[in-house]
C-alpha cells in the first residue's frame, strides 16, 4: 500500500455538440493515487477545472461498479482501458506508471455520434432491441409455473453468460468495421438456447439484423477483436450461433 | 382524526387482494387507449409498470435520466429474489414469507401491503421465466434457490451475482416489445423537475431534456414515480453517481406525503473508503456472510501494527482475535441481520479498534472456510495424507466456486488477494426504506400520482431483508398498479386528452425555470460536489448508524447552513441550454439538501430504536438483551408521514398507526 502519486498528462476529447468539431486538449494532472478508479481520476480533473472556472469534461457514468454499462471511454486506443474484464470505471489508476500521457477519447463508430465531449449516443442498440429483443408474452398472474419447463444446465448457464452483456459498446468501438454482431448475438443467443424463446426465434433474428444493417454498423469479420476488449468476456461463439440461426431463418421462413 | 386513508380492503388478510380486484373499476379495452400514463424511471418497479400498463392498452410515456431504461439502479442488484414457491419442500409458505418480512421490517410495514406482496411473490418467478430470464438451475432443469438472512428457509431465486441485471433486462425486454409497437412512448436522458397538479389531481410532469436542456410539458392521466432510493443523501453510498431523491421530493412539494425519510439501510459488507477522491461505495454481497468470520484484533498494540504494516493479520493467533458478532450474538453469529451487523462493527471501530488507516474497517475472513471445505474435498478425493498446503489448496477452489466473482472485484479495487489475507469491509449506505406515503393501491396523497418500488415507503418497515428489493419493485409493477390504477383510471374515460397549455403548466414550467435560472445565476466558487459532500459528512456523522437527539440537532442546523450557503456560493460552469452534468447534479443536491433535513427531523421525531434506526437513547438495559435496541411500541408503532408546508423545518407530521392483527409484536432477538 505505497502512498506515493502520480502526475499524468491527460489527452482528452473536448467537443462542444453533435454539431461542432471536436479536439484533443491536453490537461496536466497530479496526485494521482493508485488506488484511485479511472473515474475518480476524472472525477479529480473535473473539481480542478471548475475551480478554474472552465467547464468539466462531460463522460456518461452511473453505477461505478461495472453493471450499469453506462461508461465508455477509448484509453490509449483501447475501449474501457488497458486492464481486461473491466469497465472503465473499475479500471484503476495503478495501471498507469508516473509520468504517463493517457489518451482519452469517446467510443468511435458511425452509429454512436459523440453528444459532448466523450458522451456518445448509443440509442442505436436501444433500437435493434425494440425490433425483436423479447419474447411475446404478457404479464399475467396466471403464467404456467416456472418449473414446468425443465431446461438443462447447461443450456441454461449458456444462456446467462450471453445475458450478461452491459450493452456498453464496446465491442463496436473495438471492431475495425464498426460491427455491432457480438451485442446483437448475444441477445439472439440467450433467447435461441431457451425453449421459451424458440417461438419467434426466426423473425427474432432476421428483424434484429435488418435493424443492425439499418443503423449503420459494420459486418463481422471475425476479426475477435470485439472478445478481446468485452468487460463481461461475452464470447465469439455467439456470433457463431446467431449466424446459424440467421441462415436457417432466412431459408425456412415463411414469407 | 388522521387525515390519511391507507384504504385496506376488509376482510381477512388472505382474502383481502382478491376480494378488492374483484371488487375495484376497470376500464375497458377501447378506452384504455384513450388513457395516458407517465411513468418516471425504468428500473423494475417503473419498467415492469410501464411494459404491463402499454400491454393493457394503455398509452404510456416512460422516462429516465440514463441514456437507456436498461441502465436503472436495479441493475447492480446481487444476490436474488425472494419467493414464496415452496420449491424445496422446506415449509415455506405466502404465510411465512409474510411472517419474516413484516418481522425483519421489525414491525414497522404495513400488515395487508405484506402479505399481498407475499402472495405474488410466486407469480413474479413465473412471469420472469417465461419472459426468458435465465435463473440458475439444477442439473434436473429446475430452478435453483438459495438462503438468505434472517430466514429459515431456502425461496432466493438468483442468476449467479447478476439477478437484479437479469430481472431489470428482463423487464427492460417488455418495455422493448412495446416500444417497438409504438405504445411506449420513451424519453431517455429526461429528467423530471415537477409533476402538474390540475384541479388537484396528478395531470402531467415538466421534463428537462438532458441534450438540449429544453424543458418540456407533458401531460397524462395519471403519474407513477418509480425513481428509487434517496441514499445518495450520505454522498458516499452504493447507490449509482445519478440516483436521486428529485422526483419524489418534487411531489413530495407539491402534496405528497413523505414516510419514515429516516429508516436506511446500512449493509455490513461493502469495501471501506479509500480516500477523499472515493465517488462510490461497493456492495460486497451478504451471502459472503455464510462462510466468513468478522473479526477485529483484541489488543490495540496489534490495531496499530496492522494499520503502520509491521504485523500481518494472518500472523495473529486465535487468541488475539476477537469475533465479536460470535461472541455477543452466540445464536446467530456471522448471520445476524444486515442492521445488528452493521452496529456491531460501527462499535468495535469507535473503540478504536478499525483495522485501516482510516480506523474504519473489519476483517471478513475465509481461512477457516477454507480450511473446513479442503479437508471435507480432500476426504471426498480420498486423499487421507492431503498436506497442508494441499488442502488450502483444495478449500480456496470450493471458495472460488462460490463468490469467485465477488474475490476477484474485490482484489480488482483493493489489490489484495483476499484468499491469502483477510477482506476489509465496513458498512455502507444501501437502501432507503423510507419514501413517499401510498396508500393499499400505492397512491399517494395527490390524486392519480402513485409511488412504486423502493421510491415508496410500505413494504419492508425499518428494515429491509435480503432479497426483498427485486421481489417488491417487480411486484408493484406487474402484479399492483395494473389492476389498482384501473380503478382510479375507470373515472377518467370521459376526461379527454389532458392541454397542456392551461394556467398550471405554465405556473410550473416557471417555476422550474425559475430554479434553473436561480441556479446558474449563483456563479460562485465551490463545486456542487463540494456541497454535497458536506451534506454526506453530516448525515453520516450524525445520522447515520447511531443517532441521538444532540447530534440530529445539531445536524438539522448544518445541513440548513450548507443549503443557505449552496444557494449562495456554487458554481455551475456551461450553459443551461446544452448537456450540463454540473447543472444537473445541482438540481439534485439542491432536493438532498432539503430532504436531509426532514431526514434528520423525522429521527430525532422517532425516539425509539427500530430496524435500520438506532436511537442511543433507546437501547436495553439489563438482562440478556443489554445494550441492544429497544422499540417502543407503545409510543412509536405508526408510520410518519410528512407534510410538506414550505420549509422541511417545518414539515407536518400525520401518523398513520399501524394494526397487527395476523402478527404478533415481539422483540427481536438473535441472542
Redesign the interface.
Known amino acids: 500500500?505505497s502512498e506515493t502519486t502520480m502526475n499524468l498528462t491527460l489527452k482528452i476529447w473536448r467537443q462542444?455538440?453533435a454539431k461542432s468539431k471536436g479536439k484533443i486538449v491536453s490537461y496536466p494532472i497530479s496526485g494521482i493515487?493508485?488506488?484511485?478508479?479511472f473515474?475518480?481520476m476524472m472525477?479529480?480533473l473535473n473539481?480542478q477545472?471548475?475551480?478554474e472556472?472552465?467547464?468539466?469534461v462531460?463522460f456518461?457514468?452511473?453505477?461505478?461498479?461495472?453493471?450499469?454499462?453506462?461508461c465508455s471511454l477509448h484509453i490509449n486506443g483501447e475501449a474501457h482501458g488497458p486492464?481486461r474484464?473491466?469497465t472503465t470505471c473499475?479500471l484503476?489508476m495503478?495501471m498507469f506508471k508516473d509520468g504517463d500521457t493517457i489518451f482519452i477519447e469517446p467510443f468511435r463508430a458511425k452509429a454512436f455520434p459523440v453528444?459532448?465531449d466523450l458522451?456518445v449516443?448509443?440509442?442505436s442498440?436501444?433500437r435493434i432491441?425494440?425490433?425483436?429483443?423479447?419474447?411475446?408474452?404478457?404479464?399475467?398472474?396466471n403464467?404456467?409455473?416456472?418449473?414446468s419447463?425443465?431446461?438443462?444446465?447447461a443450456d441454461?448457464?449458456k444462456?446467462?453468460d450471453a445475458?450478461?452483456c452491459?450493452?456498453c459498446g464496446a465491442c463496436v468501438a473495438s471492431c475495425k468495421n464498426a460491427s455491432a454482431m457480438l451485442y446483437v448475438s448475444a441477445k439472439v443467443a440467450?433467447?435461441s438456447l431457451?425453449p421459451?424463446?424458440k417461438v419467434e426465434a426466426k423473425d427474432r433474428v432476421l428483424n434484429m439484423v435488418e435493424q443492425m444493417d439499418k443503423e449503420g454498423f459494420g459486418n463481422c469479420t471475425n476479426t475477435g477483436a470485439c472478445e478481446v476488449e468485452c468487460p463481461k468476456g461475452i464470447s465469439l461463439e455467439n456470433i457463431a450461433r446467431m449466424n446459424n440461426e440467421y441462415l436457417k431463418a432466412s431459408i425456412t421462413r415463411e414469407a | 382524526m388522521s387525515v390519511l386513508d391507507a384504504k385496506i380492503p376488509e376482510g381477512p388478510i388472505k382474502e383481502k387482494w382478491t376480494n378488492h380486484k374483484n371488487n375495484i373499476n376497470v376500464v375497458n379495452p377501447a378506452n384504455k387507449r384513450l388513457i395516458d400514463v407517465i411513468v418516471v424511471g425504468t428500473g423494475l418497479a417503473g419498467g415492469s409498470a410501464a411494459a404491463s400498463l402499454a400491454e393493457m392498452g394503455y398509452a404510456v410515456k416512460a422516462f429516465c435520466f440514463q441514456d437507456s431504461p436498461r441502465r436503472a439502479h436495479s441493475i447492480a442488484a446481487q444476490g436474488g429474489i425472494n419467493a414464496a414457491k415452496n420449491y424445496q419442500n422446506d415449509g415455506d409458505s405466502v404465510y411465512r414469507l409474510f411472517y419474516d418480512t413484516v418481522k425483519g421490517g421489525d414491525y414497522r410495514g404495513r400488515e395487508a401491503n405484506v402479505y399481498r406482496l407475499a402472495e405474488v411473490s410466486a407469480n413474479i418467478i413465473d412471469q420472469c421465466v417465461a419472459q426468458g430470464v435465465p435463473f440458475a438451475r439444477e442439473y434436473g432443469g429446475l430452478l435453483d434457490n438459495r438462503s438468505f438472512g434472517g430466514v429459515l428457509v431456502s425461496r432466493t431465486f438468483y442468476a449467479k451475482g447478476q439477478t437484479g441485471q437479469q430481472l431489470l433486462l428482463g423487464a427492460y425486454s417488455a418495455m422493448n416489445r412495446q416500444i417497438g409497437k409504438g405504445k411506449i412512448k420513451m424519453y431517455n436522458r429526461h429528467e423530471m423537475l415537477d409533476v402538474v397538479v390540475v384541479g388537484g389531481k396528478a395531470r402531467g410532469i415538466i421534463a428537462r431534456n438532458l441534450i438540449t436542456g429544453s424543458i418540456e410539458r407533458h401531460s397524462a392521466h395519471a403519474v407513477v414515480i418509480a425513481s428509487g432510493g434517496y441514499g445518495n443523501v450520505f454522498f458516499l453510498s452504493t447507490n449509482a453517481m445519478g440516483s436521486n431523491v428529485t422526483a419524489a421530493w418534487k411531489i413530495h412539494k407539491k402534496g405528497a406525503f413523505f414516510a419514515n425519510p429516516c429508516y436506511t439501510q446500512i449493509h455490513p459488507t461493502c469495501i471501506p473508503r479509500s480516500g477523499d477522491y472515493q465517488s462510490k461505495l461497493t456492495l460486497m454481497s451478504e451471502s459472503l456472510r455464510n462462510d466468513g468470520r468478522i473479526w477485529v484484533p483484541k489488543n490495540k498494540e496489534d490495531v496499530e501494527a496492522i494499520r503502520n504494516g509491521s504485523k500481518k493479520p494472518v500472523e495473529l493467533s486465535e487468541e488475539e482475535r476477537d469475533y465479536y458478532l460470535e461472541r455477543r450474538y452466540p445464536a446467530f453469529g456471522n448471520l445476524v441481520p444486515r442492521d445488528v451487523a452493521s452496529r456491531a462493527a460501527k462499535e468495535r471501530c469507535d473503540a478504536g479498534y478499525g483495522v485501516n488507516q482510516t480506523g474504519e474497517a473489519v476483517f471478513l475472513d475465509f481461512a477457516s472456510a477454507i480450511q473446513r471445505y479442503g479437508k471435507e474435498a480432500a476426504t471426498v478425493n480420498h486423499e487421507p495424507d492431503a498436506s497442508k498446503e494441499r488442502i488450502i489448496e483444495l478449500g480456496a477452489e470450493v471458495i472460488k466456486n462460490k463468490y469467485g466473482n465477488l474475490f476477484q472485484m474485490y482484489e480488482k479495487i483493493v489489490d489484495q488477494n483476499p484468499y491469502k489475507t483477510p477482506m476489509m469491509i465496513y458498512p455502507a449506505v444501501h437502501y432507503t426504506m423510507g419514501g413517499i406515503w401510498v396508500d393499499y393501491n400505492l397512491m399517494t396523497t395527490i390524486p392519480g400520482c402513485y409511488a412504486a418500488g423502493e421510491a415508496n415507503f410500505s413494504d419492508h418497515g425499518a428494515n429491509r431483508l435480503g432479497a426483498s428489493a427485486l421481489m417488491q419493485g417487480l411486484a408493484d409493477g406487474y402484479f399492483v398498479l395494473p389492476y389498482t390504477m384501473g380503478d382510479y383510471l375507470a373515472d377518467e374515460i370521459r376526461t379527454g386528452p389532458i392541454p397542456t397549455d392551461s394556467p398550471e403548466f405554465d405556473q410550473a414550467e416557471k417555476d422550474v425555470r425559475g430554479i434553473i435560472d436561480t441556479l446558474m445565476n449563483v456563479k460562485g466558487t465551490k463545486s456542487v460536489d463540494h456541497f454535497h459532500k458536506e451534506l454526506g459528512m453530516v448525515m453520516w456523522n450524525n445520522a447515520g448508524m447511531a443517532r441521538n437527539e444532540t447530534d440530529l440537532k445539531a445536524a438539522i442546523a448544518k445541513i440548513r447552513k450548507i443549503r443557505e450557503e449552496f444557494w449562495k456560493d456554487v458554481r455551475i460552469p456551461g450553459e443551461a441550454t446544452e448537456l450540463n452534468s454540473e447543472l444537473e447534479k445541482a438540481i439534485r443536491v439542491a432536493d438532498f439538501l432539503e430532504l436531509g433535513e426532514l431526514f434528520a427531523k423525522d429521527a430525532l421525531e422517532r425516539n425509539e430504536s427500530c430496524g435500520g434506526h438506532f436511537r442511543e437513547e433507546s437501547v436495553e438495559i439489563g438482562g440478556e438483551q443489554e445494550g441492544e435496541a429497544k422499540r417502543d411500541d407503545v409510543n412509536f408503532k405508526y408510520v410518519s408521514a410528512w407534510e410538506w408546508t414550505g420549509d422541511p423545518g417545518e414539515a407536518k407530521l400525520h401518523k398513520e398507526e399501524l394494526e397487527f392483527k395476523d402478527i404478533e409484536l415481539k422483540t427481536r432477538s438473535y441472542k
Open positions: 500500500m462542444k455538440d493515487s493508485g488506488h484511485m478508479s473515474l475518480e472525477d479529480v473539481e477545472l471548475i475551480n472556472g472552465q467547464e468539466p462531460a456518461d457514468h452511473d453505477c461505478r461498479e461495472g453493471i450499469c454499462g453506462s486492464d474484464g473491466v473499475q484503476h495503478r453528444i459532448k458522451i449516443d448509443r440509442t442498440f436501444d432491441q425494440h425490433a425483436g429483443g423479447f419474447i411475446s408474452v404478457n404479464t399475467s398472474g403464467t404456467q409455473d416456472a418449473n419447463i425443465p431446461i438443462p444446465k441454461a448457464d444462456a446467462f445475458a450478461t452491459i450493452g440467450q433467447f431457451l421459451q424463446g
